[in-house]
């Protein structure tokens, strides 16, 4: 079993930036792909990022490519977003997850932390 921790979120204004991290314990996560996903009020919880088991790869959504990087460090079992340029539209609540198959956003993740609420300002 793996519990997954986020924490960096808050308040930044427009073109602001902010890195959240997800942390894990109960088991490695470098055996597994993982992912950034969120959601805004009233709206469906979508993905944001992915990445590979050995970070090699990575995927984003469109709505933020360019702007956000996906990391991470296995050797201190965390996983990192880094928010860019942020947009008042990027307001939400960020959650990290863990896939068992894939780091795409038809990977199968399973394992959510709480979520970490960023909101962003105009």
């Known amino acids: 079993q793996v519990q997954l921790v986020e924490s960096g979120g808050g308040l930044v204004q427009a073109g602001g930036s902010l890195r959240l991290s997800c942390a894990a314990s109960?088991?490695?996560?470098?055996?597994?792909?993982m992912g950034w996903f969120r959601q805004a009020p009233g709206k469906e919880r979508e993905f944001v990022a992915g990445?590979?088991?050995?970070?090699?790869?990575?995927a984003y959504a469109d709505s933020v490519k360019g702007r956000f990087t996906i990391s991470r460090d296995n050797a201190k079992n965390t996983v990192y977003l880094q928010m860019n340029s942020l947009k008042p539209e990027d307001t939400a609540v960020y959650y990290c997850?863990?896939?068992?198959?894939?780091?795409?956003?038809?990977?199968?993740?399973?394992?959510w932390g709480q979520g970490t609420q960023v909101t962003v300002s105009s």
């Open positions: 990445i590979s088991r050995t970070g090699d790869n990575t």
């Open positions: 997850a863990k896939s068992r198959t894939g780091y795409s956003s038809r990977g199968g993740y399973d394992s």
């Open positions: 109960g088991r490695t996560v470098s055996s597994y792909a």
